[in-house]
């Protein structure tokens, strides 16, 4: 579910590499503003691939993964950008760890890496149950509201003028 950058095209033993993209070729394609990238890699959100002789932002085809999960987590689920950073600091730990741990032998330093990943897993599904918990409650208040504009309904299908205001029924 989460996004972690993989081994990049500069990494990996191809042949073939996949094109670096200028940053306003990456803004129409995820459909941000270049501002708003820019602000993402001052914040250590985003980190370009590389930058090309003219000192030019370059991006690959992991940055532009990792801008519609940002966009998305922002976007449709709510996530302030702090959110979104630590939810990705953990993914990246998580990679770490799961490197060390599969590198070392020691079963002390082996738990040790265990609970540091339970502890951000602990971490992200709080908050995930806070959204949800937030998301919950503005759905019991939209509820709410129908139930309420039904009440009124109904006390004007009935002849009635309905209270202003009034939460309370009429006696």
């Not at 987590?73 to 998580?94: M, P």
Request: net charge negative; proline share 5%; hydrophobic share 35%.
């Amino acid at each position: 579910m989460w996004y972690s950058r993989g081994v990049s095209h500069l990494d990996a033993p191809t042949t073939t590499v996949a094109p670096l993209l200028r940053i306003q070729e990456v803004a129409a394609d995820v459909g941000l503003t270049t501002r708003t990238i820019r602000y993402y890699e001052e914040l250590g959100l985003l980190k370009p691939a590389a930058r090309s002789e003219g000192s030019y932002r370059l991006f690959d085809a992991d940055d532009l993964e990792r801008l519609r999960f940002i966009k998305g987590l922002r976007d449709d689920a709510g996530f302030s950008l702090t959110e979104i950073g630590q939810l990705l600091e953990d993914e990246v730990a998580r990679t770490r760890i799961r490197e060390r741990f599969r590198s070392s032998a020691d079963p002390v330093e082996r738990r040790a890496l265990i609970e540091d990943a339970i502890g951000r897993i602990d971490r992200q599904v709080g908050s995930l149950r806070q959204k949800i918990g937030r998301l919950e409650a503005m759905v019991s208040e939209a509820e709410a509201r129908r139930v309420h504009l039904e009440t009124h309904r109904a006390e004007i299908d009935a002849g009635l003028e309905p209270a202003p205001h009034s939460h309370e029924p009429r006696p």
